[in-house]
């Protein structure tokens, strides 16, 4: 679509996703418009703890939340941790899309990305797992397992007030289970089509208490994509991208948590997470590329925090953590060695306060300095095989009650840092609760991407040759957005309006720097997205989420932005518990037709080429049991039922078809 009508397209394999927005309207519409106490309202309502590093009702939060919680995660039978944001509106999630450094995942929110998607934060606990040299985050090398994921909080839309730079699109914080949630021993067994997995956790504590520990173990074996494309676009059998990417992974996990409750006002907690092993690089398709090399992937971190509650109920915390990423192996391409060694180690040293100033204004307030250094000779070349990044912050988030019905949320970030020098970002929301169940919220804020070590020691020869005229900028973004939450009876609504203004979009290809620019992109982003959550009855849950969007762009040094965004992204999520053993759940994804910025080109040689729409429906059984103190849960799951044969980001990036496998829990 290319203008700025906005329409309803489901193709004929959506049926079951259209039908079941229509039946969640027609649900509210018959729901006798019944209006809830303020009592029930404000029970049920959600808190969520990342938006402005405030603890808050979803309702009064600046910004727009996806809440994945371990529930959810358990019942969509995910494989892969990056799996579970096809359930978030508007996310875009692509299997295995990157070519080089790592075979992994991507993650975009609405798109408008590379491969790496550099443009949203990732935090685990806290702390950023956002990669130095590439930027994005290496999904298969995060150090947590699923079943230690207690729940996901997805910020739709900038972020930089609360988490600075690289906040650009959006924030993810998955949180993980407290240790005395955690208790006894657990094991999880998964076997089926090209993986298997072992994982197992003990949870303990001393004998007064206030010292508890999870200590946590796996190892995964995944043979990844299939290595022959069914559905090949290629126009030349010989040109060899008839074949899949090399992506076997051997992985093995282990993370360690300890939290130490000093007296009744400190607790210090100590987390220790190590994901490393062998894995495969290479594209058959490419016959530079064509022999896979196998290399070694070691990825740990080290974290620490205090946590002090004063006296006002508001809270004083330090942390520290340390984050070592790392590969190791060589390639050889025609008679040539390559030395493919990258060593990327992050220091992060924060200090937060949370205090009220009265009983209706709280704040939070604090600062943060960073460290990055990154050895990358193949990719920084041997002379400056190095890479420093210096990073300094102040941040700031206030939230005011102007009236019962009213809060007001200002914030605003100041970073130093020494690729692109003092930026500041704000952000002003008002949620306004018109009626109980019923809230408005306006929101205005502003964000950058800092460039990645890789955009820097790309840009700096030119800048230092005199080939560009003006040094390398960050990106940015004046978002806009009006949003709705409502509640009717048992369907819960979620409604934005955006319009996102990007400029100063960075760009690698030769032809913006011939003429003379590093960062000559511009794009407007507008749209709608709703996420809807019906519980139908006592023992059935539907989660349905809709995103349409629309880019136009000038597209200048030959950049298409204007179609690097799906006009619509759906999802859904029907669970149904039987009875008190058997539970099923059905999942359906569906991603319109859209062509990447800066992927390579087409199987015709066409760099505007597209990658067509897709569905895919997955499935999932469970039976509880239970065999003395004992309790298991044994569940099949089969992805991708249609086996359905599509491309996601790539014309030669085809995901596995119908795949099957068992898992088998056991609580002990």
């Known amino acids: 679509m290319r203008n700025s009508t906005i329409v309803f397209r489901f193709s004929s394999g959506c049926g079951l996703l259209g039908g079941a927005l229509l039946l969640s309207v027609g649900m509210a519409s018959a729901a006798e418009n019944r209006v809830l106490s303020e009592d029930a309202y404000l029970d049920e309502m959600p808190v969520v703890l990342s938006v402005s590093r405030l603890s808050q009702r979803v309702d009064e939060a600046p910004a727009a939340v996806t809440v994945i919680d371990r529930q959810l995660i358990k019942e969509s039978g995910v494989w892969d941790l990056a799996e579970v944001f096809r359930l978030v509106p508007g996310m875009v999630v692509s299997y295995h899309s990157t070519s080089a450094y790592t075979m992994d995942n991507t993650v975009a929110y609405h798109g408008l990305s590379d491969p790496y998607a550099r443009s949203m934060q990732v935090l685990v606990d806290g702390r950023s797992v956002y990669s130095p040299l590439f930027g994005g985050v290496l999904w298969g090398d995060i150090p947590v397992a699923l079943d230690d994921i207690d729940r996901i909080e997805v910020i739709r839309g900038p972020n930089a007030a609360s988490y600075g730079a690289n906040s650009f699109m959006g924030v993810i914080n998955i949180i993980t289970l407290h240790p005395s949630e955690t208790q006894g021993k657990f094991v999880s067994l998964t076997t089926g089509r090209n993986r298997e997995e072992v994982v197992a956790r003990y949870g303990g504590r001393n004998d007064s208490g206030d010292l508890t520990y999870r200590i946590t173990a796996g190892v995964r074996n995944d043979k ?82 205090w946590r ?206 011939s003429q003379g620019y590093l960062n000559p992109g511009n794009a407007t982003l507008k749209g709608f997205e709703t ?48 009875d008190h053993r058997w539970s099923g759940s059905l999942m359906g994804y569906q991603m319109g037709k859209v062509h990447f910025p800066e992927t390579d080109r087409g199987p015709d040689g066409n760099k505007r080429y597209y990658v067509d729409s897709y569905q895919r429906f997955d499935a999932r059984v469970a039976y509880a049991f239970q065999a003395g103190t004992t309790r298991g849960e044994l569940a099949l799951v089969v992805q991708n039922l249609t086996d359905d044969h599509h491309f996601e980001f790539r014309f030669d990036n085809e995901p596995p078809g119908r795949s099957a496998w068992l898992n088998l829990k056991f609580d002990l």
């Open 531 to 578: 996420q809807l959550q019906w519980n139908v009855g006592p023992r059935t849950r539907l989660v349905y989420g809709f995103s349409h969007s629309l880019v136009s762009s000038l597209n200048q040094a030959q950049m298409p932005y204007t179609d690097a965004v799906p006009t619509t992204v759906q999802s859904m999520m029907l669970t149904h518990r039987f």
């Open 224 to 305: 990844g994509e299939d290595s022959i494309i069914v559905n090949s676009l290629s126009t030349k059998p010989s040109d060899g991208y008839d074949k899949n990417k090399y992506d076997d992974r051997k992985v093995q996990l282990f993370t360690l948590r300890v939290d130490y409750r000093i007296n009744t006002t400190d607790e210090l907690e100590f987390q220790f997470g190590y994901n490393g092993g062998d894995r495969q690089e290479g594209e058959a398709g490419n016959p530079e590329k064509s022999t896979p090399f196998w290399k070694r992937a070691d990825n740990h971190f080290e974290q620490l925090r």
């Open 308 to 513: 002090r509650a004063l006296e006002d109920g508001g809270e004083l915390s330090v942390q520290y953590y340390h984050g070592y990423e790392s590969s190791y192996g060589t390639d050889t391409n025609k008679g040539i060695s390559y030395n493919m060694d990258v060593i990327a180690q992050r220091h992060d040293l924060e200090v937060q306060h949370t205090f009220s100033l009265n009983k209706s204004t709280r704040m939070v307030w604090g600062g943060s300095m960073r460290y990055d250094n990154v050895y990358a000779p193949s990719y920084f070349g041997n002379s400056i095989a190095k890479k420093p990044f210096h990073l300094g912050r102040l941040f700031g988030n206030l939230e005011w009650r102007a009236h019962p019905d009213l809060v007001f949320n200002l914030g605003a970030m100041l970073e130093e840092n020494s690729f692109t020098g003092t930026d500041i970002r704000p952000r002003v929301a008002a949620n306004w609760h018109f009626l109980p169940g019923h809230t408005l919220r306006v929101s205005n804020s502003k964000a950058t991407r800092t460039p990645t070590n890789y955009e820097k020691v790309l840009a700096d020869p030119y800048l230092a040759l005199g080939k560009v005229k003006q040094k390398l900028r960050p990106e940015r973004v004046d978002s806009t957005e009006i949003g709705y939450l409502g509640k009717f009876s048992d369907l819960n609504v979620d409604f934005r309006v955006f319009r996102d203004e990007f400029s100063d979009l960075i760009v690698e290809n030769g032809t913006s720097v």
